[in-house]
């Protein structure tokens, strides 16, 4: 059966639509040693469930609480690499931001999360050689470091390569 009714989008208006340069992190000019920030999230029930979904990780000590219970971590974990993500927020939304590129990533897994643990990861720029930058990663929840490593990202210049 067709419908009677019409629908018209507007149309886009170009004073809110965001610009290429407007969305861009930091180019590799704008950094200096030592810069650093944060993302923090609170792990839920939802997040490690969607993360075994969409990664086809289904360990039981993930899933299964029964199963978990007779583990060394005596109960459910959520997914190292889903805590490993939140270095990968930070670095791809903020420092530097939008327009770099992961080039590697040591990780180091020191202690579990659970749900309802909310996960701070921090990354510090310690190195810089051309538009190579070296971070030093780490996510915590509180003062106990559950992640830590290095991670090595390219980073756009604003001068074009010769």
């Not at 583990?71 to 490993?84: K, N, P, Q, V």
Request: aromatic fraction near 6%; glycine fraction near 8%.
């Amino acid at each position: 059966m067709a419908s009677d009714i019409a629908v018209t989008l507007p149309e886009p208006d170009m004073a809110t639509q965001a610009t290429p340069d407007e969305l861009h992190g930091y180019y590799v000019e704008d950094l200096e040693l030592g810069m650093t920030s944060v993302y923090a999230k609170t792990v839920s029930e939802t997040d490690i469930v969607l993360f075994a979904g969409i990664s086809g990780d289904n360990n039981p000590v993930h899933l299964n609480q029964e199963f978990a219970a007779d583990t060394m971590f005596e109960g459910r974990i959520a997914h190292g690499m889903l805590t490993a993500s939140f270095i990968s927020t930070v670095l791809g939304m903020k420092l530097p931001g939008p327009g770099c590129v992961y080039l590697s990533q040591s990780l180091n897994f020191k202690a579990p999360v659970r749900a309802g643990d909310t996960v701070t990861a921090r990354v510090t720029l310690k190195a810089l050689e051309g538009r190579r930058a070296t971070f030093e990663t780490v996510c915590m929840v509180g003062e106990k470091v559950v992640v830590d490593g290095e991670a090595r990202i390219f980073v756009p210049s604003r001068t074009p390569p010769q």
